[in-house]
C-alpha cells in the first residue's frame, strides 16, 4: 500500500520562506517521478510541481522562479522549497506520485498572512 506523510508548512508573512517535506513508501521510491499538490478553500485541487525520477522539474506558472521541487531517493523523501510566499500559496499541500493515484496523505498546511 501506497502511503504518504507530508510535514513542515506552516504559516508565514509575504515574502517569506518555507519548506515542506513528504515521506513515501510501499514503492520503489527511485522509480516513480513524485508531484507536490495544493488544494486552496473553495478551489479545486492543483499541480504545484513535479519531477521526474531523473530529477528533471517543472513547475506551475503561478510559482516558477520561486519554489523549488527536490528529492533523496535514500530517504524516499521529497521536499518543497518555497520562497516568496504570497497570500494566494495559502493551501493544503499534498504530494503524490505523477500520474497520481487514490492514495492521499494528511497534507499540511501553508498559511502565508500578515
Known amino acids: 500500500q501506497v502511503q504518504f506523510v507530508e510535514s513542515g508548512g506552516g504559516s508565514v508573512q509575504p515574502g517569506g520562506s518555507l519548506r515542506v517535506s513528504c515521506a513515501a513508501s510501499?514503492?520503489?521510491?527511485?522509480?516513480?517521478?513524485m508531484g507536490w499538490y495544493r488544494q486552496a478553500p473553495g478551489k479545486q485541487r492543483e499541480s504545484v510541481a513535479r519531477i521526474g525520477s531523473n530529477g528533471s522539474t517543472n513547475y506551475a506558472d503561478s510559482v516558477k522562479g520561486r519554489f523549488t521541487i527536490s528529492r533523496d531517493n535514500a530517504k524516499n523523501t521529497v521536499y518543497l522549497q518555497m520562497n516568496s510566499l504570497k497570500p494566494e500559496d495559502t493551501a493544503v499541500y499534498y504530494c503524490?506520485?505523477?500520474?497520481?493515484?487514490?492514495?492521499w496523505g494528511q497534507g499540511i498546511q501553508v498559511t502565508v498572512s500578515s
Open positions: 510501499g514503492i520503489i521510491f527511485r522509480f516513480y517521478a
Open positions: 503524490n506520485l505523477v500520474p497520481l493515484i487514490d492514495s
